[in-house]
């Protein structure tokens, strides 16, 4: 018997093995299958969707942002300093300051012409250092502004709030790369800039707006994991961020090479790679051996999605 | 190298051609693009491994299963982009992979000095210290050329040495290829440039579509029966009536002030200063052989290439576009040589590739209409014939001739003033080419203006209203009305 022919098409490849981690989750893992556990694993997972977001939508376009861990950290340091001056300007800044990163890692790409990878790698670690630089050399600042910290705390209903904002962006993400302009020249310009150029697609505008998006969405998540700790430590906000967010995006199907962005498939990257953390952590599998299986689970995921590109 | 046969996929891209190579002989290898020039050139230096035929050096059978070989049996190519590292020396460069040794360190001392030993005596007076990214290209060929002598080169392989030299480098490269072929080796020599064929080649081979056409001495041989080769055209019968067009386009009425007007456009030494201009309701066809700088011609109008001199003007008032995106704006569509890599984006719907361009048009607020973008696809796919099993089907997945429709449909939904195509029937199916050309013809009656590219002389001859001559980036001749024939445009072409 072909064991290969039992392999789900490879659109669905990702959503099979979600379902399957589910299901064997919910007959055997302990409490897995309860509402609270529901909710904890979307809370944990909204932070690296917002970023997986802006990253699938830079490696559409061929790219990748390495910076957004880093990106996290400026936007949760800018707001902590500035909460005592209220939450609407710490907020603003946060996002102006993380967009600027963006648009920054945007102009080099596209009129200096580095490398994404060289571009994001210098914006990572100039980023760590920015923000410990602002909050006064890496202390931890703590923040306890309501408002703010509802951000990460609060509830509508049973939803956790960053659980909303994810799906927010989620829903704007398909909108734009569906509907608008914009998103057809992202994808334009990852599957083939020299006929996108000659078709008139502003391709120079286009990488700079995936950057500075990127960027935007990776400030929302550092805001949001400020506020869940209460306190902004530029040091750990955002550490190894870019990889989960790389992770999400590739075992969702999105192609390295750019050229396609499908963000359906990176909620379900993402929520693949959540349901594996969370399982294990219920588990008590050591977190050595986790990391192990994390890897094998993404290489089997992207193995069955082999050739999509043929 | 005999019986040569190369196929990819189903595509031969060589079916039985036959090279022989004299010692000290300079033998030239001619053919407009697809006739194989390049495949023979990879089989011969060991980079693509023939399906049939057999090869010879020295009277033993050879199989070079890797360059690697090739070059140690003395086979080796100089590229037109060169293959070496810029950042090292020209020793390390000359030496590369073989560096002499002394203690299993590399002997600089030794290195530097057999470098300047084999630069002088083929009389180049370059540094073996310099960096190899300080030299010019000339230069840097040249190095090129002294690694693959170094190396025992029996043969050399040089694909178009000159195509970024300026006249005076070219001079000394000749005198270079002269000293070599007066020490026995033979070169392969390839090039667009019929001047310097005739100064330098001992022979010439013609290819065609994959097969070899003829080899002949190039004393005697005239250059229009060259160009006449090359084309696949005999002199005397030149055909007429196969084309979608309806014959020479009349004279159109001329305004006196043309929709586009380009004069003594420069860049490099691809383009000389070349002049076209375009009226309305006018298919201006572009001839001329490769590297005559026609397509560099078009891309800069459209903005794609820059321009170092020159002016433009549309509708009478100054035009200079400096991107793609400038041009469009004023009413310009470009449709490339290239299909896939400069038009079709393979992964998006016919939909998406169609309404590029025009998307700008077709959103408010960045928003596409959704209903708009529909209309127009559905008009462009039923008045175009394209088939496809859904507006949503991948382009890539479409035949040639379908996605190219496309591409004229992109540039169609702006409503352009004039449209520059560059070979727009190249590679595609004899229906679908009558139907495209059929289509032209319509559009100018309209009042469009084309600017129409094409290495087929009989399009050129049945569906333009005047047709320019370019060679070697200059213009050589502009025929009009009855003037307009096969023989007129290779006479120009050829310079004969």
Not at chain 1, 253 to 260: K, P
Not at chain 1, 262 to 291: D, E, R
Request: proline share 3%.
């Amino acid at each position: 018997m072909n064991w290969r022919r039992l392999a789900p098409a490879p659109e669905y490849a990702a959503l099979v093995v979600l379902i399957v981690l589910v299901a064997m989750n919910a007959l055997f893992t302990p409490n897995f299958a309860t509402a609270s556990n529901l909710w904890n694993v979307l809370l944990q997972l909204s932070t690296v969707m917002l970023c997986a977001v802006g990253m699938t939508f830079v490696i559409a376009t061929g790219g990748v942002d390495l910076s957004v861990g880093s990106t996290m950290a400026v936007a949760g340091a800018i707001a902590a300093v500035l909460v005592p001056r209220g939450a609407s300007v710490a907020l603003g800044a946060a996002l102006i300051g993380a967009t600027v990163v963006g648009l920054l890692n945007g102009a080099l790409i596209a009129w200096l012409r580095v490398q994404p990878i060289v571009v994001t790698l210098a914006t990572l670690i100039a980023g760590r250092g920015l923000a410990q630089i602002i909050s006064n050399d890496g202390e931890l600042v703590s923040v306890d502004q309501l408002f703010f910290l509802a951000l990460g705390r609060g509830h509508v209903g049973p939803v956790p709030i960053p659980v909303i904002v994810a799906l927010v962006a989620v829903a704007a993400a398909v909108f734009v790369l569906r509907a608008t302009t914009t998103g057809r020249y992202v994808l334009a310009v990852g599957g083939n800039a020299s006929a996108a150029r000659l078709a008139g697609v502003p391709v120079r505008k286009t990488i700079v707006t995936v950057y500075a998006a990127s960027a935007m969405l990776s400030a929302v998540a550092g805001l949001i994991v400020a506020a869940r700790l209460g306190a902004s430590d530029a040091a750990k906000i955002g550490q190894n961020m870019e990889l989960d967010a790389i992770a999400a995006v590739v075992v969702g199907g999105t192609a390295l090479a750019g050229g396609r962005a499908t963000i359906g498939g990176t909620v379900v990257g993402a929520l693949i790679m959540q349901v594996i953390a969370t399982s294990f952590n219920m588990l008590l599998v050591p977190y050595s051996w986790s990391l192990a299986l994390k890897a094998a689970i993404i290489l089997v995921a992207v193995y069955l999605q082999r050739g999509k590109r043929a | 190298m005999e019986g040569i046969t190369k196929r990819f996929g189903a595509a031969t891209a060589l079916n039985r051609v036959d090279f022989a190579l004299a010692r000290g002989e300079v033998h030239a290898l001619v053919g407009e693009n697809g006739a194989g020039k390049s495949t023979l050139v990879k089989i011969m230096t060991g980079a693509y491994h023939r399906d049939e035929g057999i090869m010879s050096l020295d009277g033993n059978l050879v199989d070079f299963a890797t360059p690697a070989e090739a070059q140690a049996a003395g086979v080796c190519a100089v590229h037109q982009e060169i293959h070496l590292l810029r950042l090292r020396t020209v020793a390390e460069n000359i030496f590369l992979g073989r560096e002499p040794r002394r203690w299993r360190l590399v002997d600089w001392p030794r290195m530097n000095a057999e470098t300047r030993a084999l630069l002088t005596g083929l009389g180049l007076d370059i540094d073996p210290q310099a960096t190899l990214g300080s030299l010019n290209t000339a230069r840097q060929q040249m190095v090129a050329i002294a690694r693959g002598l170094s190396i025992g080169a029996k043969v050399l392989v040089l694909d178009e040495p000159t195509s970024s030299l300026s006249e005076r480098e070219v001079t000394i490269l000749h005198e270079l290829i002269g000293r070599l072929k007066d020490q026995g080796t033979s070169i392969v020599y390839i090039s667009h440039r019929f001047d310097e064929l005739y100064a330098v080649c001992d022979r010439v081979t013609v290819l065609r579509d994959g097969a070899l056409v003829a080899t002949r001495p190039i004393d005697g041989l005239e250059r229009i029966d060259l160009v006449c080769l090359m084309l696949g055209k005999s002199r005397e019968a030149l055909r007429e009536g196969v084309t979608g067009f309806a014959g020479h386009r009349s004279h159109a009425a001329v305004a006196s002030v043309p929709l586009m007007r380009a004069e003594s456009l420069a860049h490099g030494t691809r383009l000389r200063g070349v002049s076209v201009d375009v009226h309305r309701g006018e298919i201006v066809g572009l001839a001329g052989l490769l590297g005559s700088g026609r397509t560099e011609m078009a891309r800069a109008i459209f903005g794609a290439t820059p321009r170092d001199d020159g002016a433009m003007q549309l509708d009478g008032a100054p035009f200079d576009p400096t991107t793609p995106h400038d041009a469009i704006a004023a009413g310009i569509g470009f449709v490339s040589e290239d299909r896939a890599a400069e038009g079709i984006i393979p992964d998006l719907s016919v939909r998406e590739n169609l309404t590029l361009a025009a998307l700008p048009l077709l959103a408010r607020y960045g928003i596409v209409s959704r209903t708009r973008q529909t209309e127009i696809v559905t008009r462009f796919m039923e008045r175009m014939g394209i088939k496809a099993s859904s507006a949503e089907q991948r382009i890539r997945e479409l035949s040639g001739g379908n996605q190219q429709k496309v591409l004229l449909a992109r540039w169609l939904a702006m409503e352009p003033k004039l449209l520059i195509l560059d070979e727009p029937t190249r590679g595609i199916d004899i229906g679908a080419k009558g139907e495209i050309q059929r289509l032209l013809n319509e559009l100018a009656d309209d009042g469009l203006g084309v600017l129409m590219i094409s290495s087929e002389l009989e399009e050129l001859v049945e569906g333009s209203s005047r047709v320019v001559v370019l060679r070697d980036g200059r213009n050589v001749a502009e025929l009009r009305g009855e003037a307009i024939s096969e023989q007129a445009i290779i006479h120009a072409m050829a310079d004969s």
